[in-house]
């Protein structure tokens, strides 16, 4: 029986809240199913870490994690540490360390989840976002200096690799037909003002183009794309950007198919080299950590996209199956979806439809 070693990282704020319920649902199916088991190791690291250790994860953290076959992440950020220091102490050198450059962000309506933007029925906002997400804007490469006087300087230099760039472009191709919808793809640049890099992510995505003629190309500035998010999302299928544009769109997708608590992640090593790894998009929300009202459907989805990454697309059907079922019904939901049920509760609530399929 294949048992899978699933490194928990739950990280902080809402993060410990909703990793407890991904880690419910595949306790749930593993009860349920005698052919699959997991193996967990819990890793405290996070901002109470850095409080303890000045570190935001274990100086081997990497080694640490690449015994395991994926890693499911909760959230980072604290309101006390400064956000530099807990993203590029914990999730960043994670992405970056295991060469996790492909991120996929699924946006979707589901039935039973009300848009903020009028006249978007079930299923009606459907896309996949690729997000590049080890390099780019995100790099980490500048410096200071004269740091603290009046002649202060900084650089913050984005890096695009032929590597990378072509990586991601062709992931998104690969899945633009594999979920053969409309069969298009969107890249999304600001190659006018940024010449260089983006102008070379134009020129890559025009050259990976041509091998998928069968897949319909559109390249947008950011600043349209943004627009075309909100006034006309259904006219996107898979897009793809760069790691600080992909972020910034994807936090759209995510609102405007209901709630932030609603979008799963994947962070994926696409030569299986090293753990892909798996998260809410959505951050560590100080504003309700410790109710236990946050939603846990993006962290059980995440787990959903855990599963058919590690070759379980039945037990991710199941859970797509039940979640879409759960907000169908919407008698059990969290107070982002206009509910009053707790964070556990909805997890309860997903395991014992789970029990019922
Ligand atoms: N669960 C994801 C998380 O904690 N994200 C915090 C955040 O701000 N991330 C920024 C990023 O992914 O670029």
Redesign the pocket.
Known sequence: MPSYKIALVP?DGI?PEVVDEGRKVMDSLAAQDQGMAFEYTSFPWGSDYYRETGKMMAEDGLEQLAAHDAIL?????DPHIP?HIT?NGL?LPIRRGFDQGVCLRPAYLHEGVTSPLSGFGPGEIDMAVFRENTEGE?SNMGGFLYQGSADEVSTQTSVFTRRGTERIIRAAFEHARKRNKKRKVTSVTKSNAMAYGMVFWDRVFQEVAREYPDIETESLLVDRACMDFVRGPQWFDVVVAS?LFG?ILTDIGAIITGSMGLAP?ANVNPEGAYPSMF??????AFDITGKGVANPLATILAVAMMLDHLGRPDAADRINAVVEENLRQGRVRTPDLGGNASTSQVGDEIVRLLGEG
């Open positions: 990280g993060g992440f909760g959230a980072v950020g956000d993203l999730i995100y790691n972020d992640s998260e809410p998009v959505h951050g560590a």
